[in-house]
């Protein structure tokens, strides 16, 4: 293909070449031309426009007026794709005016075609719209089906550009199918890019993802340049918009490095504008205004109208988060008049959608600025304006975005009840976008994290309305969403995946389901709120504020005086993913537990702060924790000698756990994994990335013989065949290296692996393979290092422990930080031998941690308090008769 190219450059050289020896000005001139066409179809616009300049200047010395007419069309087109729109527009009309006078009705309905475009990147939507109507009238009656395809396309990209998503939509779809009809392969993924458009516009972000990778695959097949930075920077928003931040840079910046390699100046200030909006999406704010300020000098440079308003918004929203309400509300003044001169009505009242930074448009700007200035009679003025324009384009996002400014404003008011309706209007609106979004996980996660805003102002105005109990399962609506939808699915729970804001209803049919007592926790800044829940007592409210400090410091502040701190890699089951994180940073903490007075003991602080504001209430010795944001990483089940404590994502989760039948699990079998082989990971040198680790061996072994099951330990625990045997078994036990990340667990490669050095996914079990197998398992134990832990997110912790309850598990115990390898087998030793005696995992690791920090060589709080138990209590029978009948190395597992 590559050599078919360069003869037809090569033969158009000759004809330049023979042209000019013969003093053919005209034959030179459609050398010139057809020179411009090859260099346009490899988008060096710059060069194009060179060659059709020359070819435009031969033709007129000629008189060849028809060759005038084409030269005009395609130099303005040059000027388009170089972002000089006004250029484009004086050569379109010349190439306009010659056509009609020559009677050519084909090159007429291109002109119009090209007019358009140039009109709608001016800005100036319904000229465009004008315009391209008369090319497909002209495609129609000429026969044209290619063009008939492009002016739907076209026809689509003005009405989106005027928010009216779905009659672009089905301009789209017409052109889709025409391009098909016609097996234009390059107008298909053009359409596709086109149609991903309109759905990112309606908030259907995964429906956006699917069209603009299918744009992408089809640009690199056909060797469209263009059209593939445009699908990267279409995908980059999307992934922006779901807070996929590094996703969306990759993205980004491949956009940016071909819009400079085409010459395309418009679509490298749009770029520039892009990386502006990550950055001040991240908090900084000085670099994302250099980035606008270069979108705004291009945007001005190419008479990029639309750019141009857009790239002030920006600036205005920059200068609103730095606290210089002047310069920002003089951006988005500015912003909004250009918006209002070229009905751009998307971009006159598109909201800052889910507050992030870039996003904020026209009225919803300059409402937030006079907001932050205290004058939020002002700032509902325009939040209603901007709610309008949102309604009007059927923006479900940006609806969302202003129901909560408008609540905002309205509680700071003192109207506490049309604060709730906003806040309420404003979660209905983010909810059904989230569900738009199906089984994509990350996604959903993503877009749910840029969301906490919304749900925290309600279930804060509801406190604050003194209505506690709806205040709870308001709070409770937002927690563990995407983790809920699935485990509904997984156990069959028959139930909408968006819950309904709280009721009496709702209420007592949560409560019945609760085991004795439990414990919600919410977060709003540094207010703690507990919500204590019994069966058949109703509800009890707690709060209690955090004075010095954050949530946040207390967490970090506890571990690192156990020695337990996120960055401490001295123990030997932690994955160290540098070399220089073999050294051991931290001295361990050797003083027992009970020896310390209540002054110096590490977790004296999380208790005052965790347990005893709800202390007096409690009853029993069973206590459950839904814990939020830095507290889901709290050691929970360390915090009372004499409660037994675990915790849930949420209470939603623990309904659809608690209510799922029995037959979901699986009756026997285990899958015991220890001390895989890992000699063949090295760091390149030779040198082993990790240690083997005799003391998880001797564990599994220890746990086998108990169970009468046969081990994986060594080469025999290969990632492959873990995941083969994962799906079918009651209980799941892991011993080996965790990461220090996300909990993900190092296996031995897989012997047939296609590189002779093992990669990562060769031997690394992640979140995503987990995620990818439906469990049967009552418990998983990942005695592994760090497997509690991920990011905190509104979804909870994200990380391997999350990934094995979504794919199914009913009960998951896991450590919050590095572990000791022969510590951890005794702990395990003493764990099992309680669980075959037919205690419950929370009773079994009561007495695992009490039993282990009454050691002499492990008492040290970091020894024996990582370990937390997440999900139901549940319990096994490993009965000597069943044992003795089964002759294969099973177990049967009974549920109590």
Known sequence: MADKKMNVFEQHIQELSVARKEGNKKGEGIAYFNLGIYYYGFAYFEQAKRDYTEALRLFKGTGFSAGVGKACGNLGNAYHSLGNFKKARKHL??????????????????????????????GNFKRAIEYHEQHLRIAKEVGDKAGEGGANGNLGNAYLSLGNFKRAMEYYEQDLRIAKEVEDRAGQGRANGNLGNAYYSLGNFKRAIEYCEQHLSIAKEVGDRAGEGNANGNLGNAYYSLGNFKRAIEYYEQHLSITKEVGDRAKEGGANGNFGNVYHSLGNFKPAIKYYEQHLSIAKEVGDRAGEGSANGNLGNAYLSLGNFERAIEYCEQHLSIAKEVGDRAGEGKANVGDRAGEGKGYGNLGKAYHQMGEPENALLLYEQQLTVCMETEDPVGQGKGCYDLGL????????????????????????????????????????????????????????????????????????????????????????????????????????????????????????????????????????????????????????????GAVVQCENRSVQRHRSDFSCSGEAVEESFQSLSVSDNPLQSLYDFLISPVADLLQGDDLIFVPDGPFCLAPYSALSDFVRIRTFPSLTALKVISSALDDFNSKSEALLVGDP?????????????????????????MIGELLQTAPLTGKNATKAEVLKKLNSVALIHIAAHGDEYFGEIVLTPNPDRTSQIPKEEDYMLTMSDVQAVRLQAKLVVLSCCHSGRGEVKSEGVVGIARAFLYAGARSVLVSLWAIDD??????????????????????????????????????AIKFWAPFVLIGDDVSFEFGPQELEKNEKQKFKVLVF
């Open 93 to 122: 009309k010349q190439q306009l005016i010659i056509a009609k006078k020559v009677g050519d009705r084909h090159q007429e309905g291109n002109a119009n075609c090209n007019l358009g475009k140039a009109y709608r990147s001016l």
């Open 409 to 564: 404003v309205h509680e700071n008011l003192g109207s506490l009840w049309k604060a709730l309706n906003f806040y309420r209007l404003s979660i209905k609106h983010f909810d059904e976008t989230r569900r738009v979004l199906q089984s994509e996980d990350a996604w959903k996660i993503s877009f749910r994290d840029t969301k906490q805003s919304a749900y925290t102002a309600l279930w804060r105005a509801l406190l604050k309305n003194g209505e506690v109990d709806e205040a709870l399962f308001a709070a409770e609506q937002g927690r563990a969403q995407a983790l809920t939808d699935i485990l509904k699915t997984k156990f069959g729970v028959d139930e909408e995946p968006s819950r309904a804001v709280a009721t009496k209803e709702t209420t007592s049919a949560v409560i019945k389901y609760l085991p004795l007592q439990t414990v919600f926790i919410a977060l709003a800044g540094n207010n703690i709120s507990f919500w204590l829940l019994r069966r058949g007592s109703g509800i009890n409210y707690r709060e209690k504020e955090i004075e010095n400090g954050s949530a946040d410091s207390l967490i970090k502040t506890t571990l690192e005086q156990i020695g337990a």
């Open 822 to 859: 022969e510590a951890t087998m005794l702990f395990m030793k003493c764990f099992y031998r309680h669980l075959a005696d037919n205690k419950r995992a929370s009773l079994a690791l009561h007495h695992a941690m009490k039993s282990l920090r009454e050691t002499e060589r492990h008492s």
């Open 677 to 701: 082989c890992l000699k063949e990971i090295t760091w390149g040198t030779g040198e082993p990335m990790f240690k083997q680790l005799p003391c998880a061996r001797k564990e599994v072994e």
